[in-house]
């Protein structure tokens, strides 16, 4: 693991942010002033108060027009602890996707929605109407804890599974910003939902002896700066890695007794995958194993971690202010002190656990309870109609009729809760009728456990294209692993747009991590269980060089797997020294050609094919030509025999031209082309 630079022992100048933070009057201005104001956009102070609040600024960079004012709107995202989203809150998610959104909505992999396209102006309407329907969109985004991750699958005779989403939401009750900032701006102070607090949860914020809390102020764990940066948390069970939980700044593992009964917690912290390009002291970790804590001390031992971070996390460079730093810094031992002298006593040992496997509890199963759960696959997250595949309206007509629960997953899935067993022929049929497979294993493998962020246009940390790329991607993917002899191998692909990590490619078996337009840095050798970190094996390659670098290491590891070794894990054992030394050696036999978007007949209907390549034979020279829309433009692979892509060889050698205009000039030749 690369070093950080050690905690400096003189105060050095805080950023920026944390004055914002002090001048905000706990999360209150300028936002409360700006909302009020007739204007398409917020300052940049406001926006990073707002954060808090659960909304980014963006703006469209599709509609950039030289010498006009951004396309400037709103990303809004819900805290959902657990995924859990109640049919009322789905439907009215979805009818403010409609009304002042985009007419998507987008199932995130910290298990929230988020809604794309709203304008300053319905704001305050938008967040209002979530509120009031059993929804919050506080502590979604911001210096605090995020929304806190549990497995989703609504297990009844499990009590353990019972017992993560339990925890789940205590804790995000125990960490919910304590200001009216939120209630004040956005319902003109009502609180909507009113709920009477646990008062397990009530006292153990107030809790103190140990200098965890801050007394007489209205953030009594967070204080006026909150914390450095983002901090995230998630609940599991042993064996299930469905939450990615080694990403996490804080992750819990339940322990139970020969009785199923909750005895404490396992404990891992120091995860986080944010990084920068060209900054070696950024980088991807793991959480480590800290400790064992007893149910009745948890939440003591929360505070503990938190206020380590709180007080000892960089808060001068914002780079280096998530937890990791801090833990990678002090190391293990150094930082469990600290959180022991946080929790008044010293920890307990870590208990032996299962190895930890990825599920994403896809079609229809048992409850436990006599009912059903049905988990259906969204790809990339993005809960739309387009064409005959009808999602949004599907979804919404189920919840309409059968007044079901909803559980979000890490993998931007959905799963309905609590189904009838009579209820699930008619389940069956509207998917059906709307274009929805239920089916799984009917899922093209690299698409059921891929990610991608949304990326462009509208994330203004976007390098690189991500969500409207990676469908092509994946089809290219899987017609090179077909030509290669691996018909029936698939592996995890994230793919984000820029370095920091939102659909968590660092854990990926291959990861594309956008560098540059049209390039991305690739990782590899993550495990599939989501246990191992990747590594980076190339800084840019270029989408019309895949086939090119993926071909040469596709075949070593046809040839030289071990028996069921997966994709990543042989990647992890042969190393990239061996890769590299193999691709070297190797002639690819795939050739990526760019051919522009101006050209008709043949292109038009390569345009129109998005499900399956099409195929042109020509004296057995093209075997297949396969479109993928990338950036605007249609990028076509062109495989040829050995016999053909020899003698190609030979004469761009030759002519001094590329083979890629000599194939060129061939297809224009016998297309008749000008």
């Known amino acids: 693991m690369v070093k950080s630079a050690p905690p400096e022992t003189t105060i050095r100048k805080l950023s920026k942010l944390e004055g914002i933070k002090e001048r905000s009057n706990f999360l209150r201005e300028p936002v409360a002033t700006e909302i009020l104001e007739d204007t398409t956009h917020f300052s940049e102070e406001a926006i990073q108060i707002l954060k808090f609040h659960g909304s980014y600024q963006q703006d469209n960079r599709d509609n950039r027009v030289r010498g006009q004012e951004k396309d400037y709107q709103m990303m809004l995202r819900t805290r959902n602890p657990g995924g859990f989203i109640p049919p009322q809150l789905y439907l009215t998610l979805d009818k403010l996707s409609d009304d002042y959104g985009n007419h998507t909505m987008r199932i995130t992999t910290r298990q929230g929605f988020q809604l794309h396209g709203i304008l300053k102006k319905n704001l305050k309407s938008t967040i209002a109407a979530i509120v009031k329907n059993m929804g919050s969109t506080l502590g979604a985004c911001g210096d605090l804890n995020r929304n806190v991750m549990a497995p989703a699958a609504p297990f009844k005779n499990k009590p353990e599974y019972q017992y993560a989403v339990e925890y789940a939401d205590k804790i995000a009750d125990l960490l919910t910003p304590q200001t ?17 607090e646990s008062p397990e949860i009530k006292a153990a914020r107030q809790r103190n002896g140990t200098g965890t809390v801050f007394h007489d102020n209205p953030e009594p764990i967070y204080g006026s700066h909150y914390m450095p940066r983002k901090f995230k948390i998630s609940v599991t069970v042993p064996g299930d890695n469905s939450i990615d939980l080694y990403t996490q700044d804080l992750s819990l593992v339940v322990i139970t007794d020969e009785n199923s009964q909750l005895k404490g917690f396992n404990v891992f912290a120091g995860g986080g995958l944010g990084r920068t390009h060209n900054k070696e002291e950024t980088f991807a970790r793991k959480a480590d194993e800290i400790c064992y804590v007893s149910k009745s001390d948890v939440y003591d031992l929360v505070k503990a971690i938190v206020a380590t971070q709180r007080d000892y996390g960089d808060r001068a460079q914002r780079r280096h202010a998530r ?112 274009g929805i497979n239920s089916d799984p294993e009917k899922i093209e493998p690299l698409v059921r456990y891929a990610m991608a962020c949304p990326a462009l246009p509208t994330c203004g940390l976007a390098i690189a294209e991500s969500e409207r790329v990676i469908p092509g991607i994946l089809d290219r993917i899987r017609t090179l692993l077909d030509q290669v002899g691996l018909q029936n191998e698939h592996f995890v692909v994230r793919m984000t747009g820029c370095p920091n990590g939102c659909a968590r490619p660092y854990m990926a078996e291959l990861g594309f991590v956008g560098s540059a337009p049209d390039a991305y840095q690739l990782w590899l050798g993550g495990s599939p269980n989501q246990t191992r970190l990747a590594l980076p094996y190339m800084e840019r390659l270029h989408v019309d060089e895949l086939e090119t670098q993926l071909e040469p290491m596709f075949v070593y590891f046809k040839e030289y797997r071990e028996d069921q070794e997966s994709f990543g894990d042989f990647c992890h054992r042969v190393g990239f020294d061996a890769i590299r030394k193999y691709a070297a050696k190797y002639e690819v036999k795939t050739i990526a050609t760019g051919i522009s978007d101006d050209r008709d007949g043949l292109v038009e209907a390569m345009a129109d094919s998005t499900t399956a390549p099409i195929t042109e034979e020509s004296n057995g020279q093209v075997v297949a030509i396969n479109n993928t829309t990338i950036a605007k433009k249609l990028r076509h692979r062109v495989s040829v025999r050995d016999d053909v892509y020899d003698k190609l060889k030979q004469a761009s050698e030759s002519q001094g031209k590329t083979m890629t205009d000599l194939v060129n000039e061939a297809l224009k030749a016998y297309l008749e082309i000008e």
């Open 180 to 196: 009216g900032a939120y209630y004040e701006i956005w319902l003109d102070g009502e609180k909507a939902i009113t709920a009477q």
């Open 323 to 434: 937890l990791k730093y801090l833990i990678n810094d002090w190391g293990v031992e150094k930082f469990r002190s600290q959180v022991e002298e946080y929790f008044g006593k010293a920890v307990e040992p870590f208990k032996p656990l299962p190895e930890f496997k990825y599920y994403d509890y896809l079609g229809w199963n048992e409850q436990g309870d006599g009912k059903l759960f049905l988990g259906i696959s969204i790809e990339n997250g993005r809960v739309k109609d387009e064409g005959s595949f009808q999602l949004k309206t599907a979804l919404r007509k189920i919840v309409k009729q059968f007044n079901l629960d909803i559980r979000l997953t890490a993998n931007h899935n959905l799963i309905f809760l609590d189904i009838a067993p009579e209820n699930k022929p008619a389940i069956e049929e509207i998917l059906q009728n709307h």
